[in-house]
């Protein structure tokens, strides 16, 4: 059994940053592809960035790719992200979630996923 403890959010100004993490316990913390969604109310949950399995390749959704950074340190079992330049609508949810079935590439599906944290709020004020 894998799980997901987030951490780190909390209420900023636009402009400002924050750093998410997550601690993975569970099995070899390179054999998933490890991710984080957000979901904001009435929203779907969407993608935001990942490192695929192994860690050696990292993806992101558009509307934050430049601003936010995925990083991770395998010894502490950790994944951050670090989020810059905040914009109101970064508002959500923020969830860690693990993929043991997507071996290849990085999985942008929530679907893919196969364990998930209880998300830790994020919220961006103009």
């Known amino acids: 059994q894998v799980q997901l403890v987030e951490s780190g959010g909390g209420s900023v100004q636009a402009g400002g940053s924050l750093t998410l993490s997550c601690i993975v316990s569970?099995?070899?913390?390179?054999?998933?592809?490890l991710a984080w969604f957000r979901q904001a109310p009435g929203k779907e949950r969407e993608f935001v960035a990942a490192?695929?399995?192994?860690?050696?390749?990292?993806g992101y959704a558009d509307s934050v790719k430049d601003r936010f950074t995925v990083s991770r340190e395998d010894a502490k079992r950790t994944v951050y992200l670090q989020m810059n330049r905040l914009k109101p609508e970064d508002t959500a949810l923020y969830y860690c979630?693990?993929?043991?079935?997507?071996?290849?590439?990085?999985?942008?599906?929530?679907?893919?996923?196969?364990?998930w944290g209880q998300g830790t709020q994020v919220t961006v004020s103009s």
């Open positions: 979630a693990a993929s043991r079935t997507v071996v290849s590439g990085i999985p942008r599906a929530a679907s893919d996923h196969d364990y």
């Open positions: 569970g099995r070899t913390f390179n054999t998933y592809a």
């Open positions: 490192f695929n399995r192994g860690g050696y390749s990292t």
